[in-house]
């Protein structure tokens, strides 16, 4: 290189520096800001372990500090150290040692909420509601039930005593089980929910997902199944090779279903259909919900994108991220970000910016006006950066101010346990209800408990009034708010009438777990579930079923 040549280059390496586009692109001066960075954490720890007035603990300090410098990242990078690699080992793949049962607290009382069909909890006897006394003679009273869980858990083929108080017994039982291996179904339900159209709940896309999707494709047309819905509702994502591999049963093989792009260009990978589909041509129904993330919007996103099915529910969470696990010292890991995801419109449907925070720290979503346009296979248009649209739109009502309180002081699961113990049969999960008879029993069970509750009516109108008081118009309109507050003042009693239809339908549901454990929960939910229901009705309607499939 010739003198000037070197110093029209001297003088572009100190533009690109000046101009922030330079920075860290030498390794060696990347590297001494990470040496440099890393020395001086070790000496400040080292000058709070030594001065700091009290005690600090090595393994909880460095914790906090590492959680928190990832927090500043996304919600998804995390450190798992050696201490909660198989609790993440169990969210990945769906296995465990244990006991085969789901459990939580319920009045400050840690008890039995879900016995796993199958499983050595539900083999001894174990049923829900049971409140868990002690485990292998130590006391639980205090503890809790993620600590529970821990001493539920351990090695295949090993034993342990559970004691508990169950409903009406005035003794403790005593329930002895050996633990197993415990998988996790991902779908932990399929069925015929209408005359030919067959359902199937998946939950979770931990290893075996798309195995269990395809059997219960299979059975469910052995079965007479002629049109299909697959519900994603609250399917929180897992493993990307999982949401391929359901993908793939309904998408021809050979098809790419979604193509990640990072910053280690080597990891970044296109994945395609690599076996032969189980039906390419048989209609198709998609539920999602607002929790529906990650590997279940890439589902979501490959059905829509070639215009395969036709999605029903909500808007999806958002989550266009990809994470990757690496070994750390110690057999600790971390869990990293480490690239993005694009299904075959091209788009990415991350929803949240963690890239451009604001000053404060926090982030924000993609405004609507940087969404870019984009189309499915048969010219749909369709939007990045917001999750997953659905086509077919079904509004939540929220849950009523009574009815969150009755869940939340578990009132409605005491009283499922009270009248599973009261009749010893019901109807089928499909068509159990409650009569208006039984129904006025529940409203007299409650009498002379606690579940009281404010409106949000009622909080507004107390936030009206301190604002009129702050600003000194109270006086001029405290008869009209007083008039206001009397009229919109809840009654509990009016209240489990005019909402009898939503909390009979939450305590329908609750009463059928009783007797057919997760099964029960659905098929009851099936009569008032609006997003089946309108799945049903497009899946009977093939000129709208076809139409909302068409270029718009």
């Not at 029993?441 to 909080?459: A, G, M, Q």
Request: hydrophobic share 35%; with cysteine.
């Amino acid at each position: 290189m010739g003198k000037m040549n070197k110093q029209v280059a001297a003088v572009l390496i100190i533009a690109l520096a000046v101009a922030g586009l330079w920075a860290f692109n030498s390794p060696t001066e990347k590297y001494f800001e990470i040496t440099k960075n890393l020395d001086i954490f070790a000496t400040l720890y080292k000058e709070v372990n030594t001065y700091y007035v009290d005690e600090v603990d090595p393994n909880q300090l460095i914790k906090t500090g590492i959680d928190a410098m990832l927090e500043s990242l996304d919600p998804y990078t995390n450190y798992i150290p050696e201490d909660d690699i198989e609790d993440y080992r169990t969210m990945t793949t769906g296995q465990y040692g244990g006991i085969g049962a789901l459990i939580g607290t319920r009045n400050g009382k840690n008890m039995i909420i879900m016995p796993y069909e199958g499983f050595p909890a539900h083999e001894s006897g174990l049923k829900i509601g049971d409140e868990i006394i002690s485990v292998d003679g130590i006391s639980v009273k205090d503890k809790a039930y993620t600590d529970i869980s821990k001493l539920l858990r351990g090695q295949a083929n090993s034993t342990l005593k559970i004691s508990v108080k169950r409903y009406g017994m005035p003794e403790l039982v005593d329930v002895e089980m050996t633990r197993e291996k415990i998988t996790i179904d991902n779908v932990p339900y399929f069925g015929l929910v209408n005359d030919g159209i067959g359902y199937i709940k998946l939950s979770d896309f931990t290893t075996n997902a798309g195995k269990e999707v395809k059997n219960a494709v299979v059975e469910l047309k052995e079965q007479g199944a002629t049109k299909l819905v697959l519900d994603l509702r609250g399917n929180p994502g897992g493993l990307l090779n999982e949401a391929v591999n359901v993908s793939n049963i309904f998408i021809p093989k050979g098809s790419e279903v979604v193509s990640t792009k990072g910053k280690m260009t080597d990891w970044n990978k296109t994945y395609k259909a690599l076996n032969p589909p189980v039906d390419i041509e048989i209609p198709l129904v998609i539920l999602t919900s607002s929790s529906s993330a990650s590997a279940a919007e890439i589902v979501a996103g490959v059905v829509q994108d070639y215009d395969r099915g036709v999605l029903v529910g909500q808007k999806t969470f958002g989550k266009g991220l990809v994470q990757a696990t690496r070994p750390l010292t110690y057999n600790s890991q971390l869990k990293i970000t480490t690239a993005k995801y694009y299904i075959p419109s091209g788009r990415c449907i991350q929803a949240i910016d963690y890239s451009n925070r604001n000053e404060d720290g926090s982030v924000g979503k993609v405004p609507d006006s940087l969404k870019v346009v984009f189309n499915t296979r048969n010219g749909r248009i369709v939007y990045d950066g917001g999750g997953v649209d659905p086509d077919i739109d079904v509004h939540l009502d929220f849950l009523t101010p009574i009815a969150i309180s009755l869940i939340s002081k578990g009132l409605i699961f005491d009283y499922a346990t009270d009248y599973y113990y009261n009749h010893p049969t019901i109807a089928s999960s499909r068509d159990f209800k409650l009569t208006d008879a039984e129904y006025n029993n529940f409203v007299t069970w409650l009498s002379d408990r606690d579940y009281d509750y404010i409106t949000r009516v009622e909080n507004s109108i107390d936030e009206l009034i301190k604002q009129a008081k702050k600003e000194k118009y109270y006086e001029d309109i405290d008869q009209q708010i007083q008039s206001l507050k009397t009229k919109v003042m809840h009654n509990k009693n009016t209240d489990l009438q005019k909402f009898k239809t939503d909390i009979k339908q939450i305590l329908e549901e609750e009463i059928s777990s009783r007797y057919y454990l997760r099964k029960g929960i659905i098929e009851t939910s099936f009569s008032s579930d609006e997003s089946i229901k309108a799945a049903i009705e497009v899946l009977k309607d093939s000129v709208r079923y076809n139409q909302l499939l068409q270029s718009n």
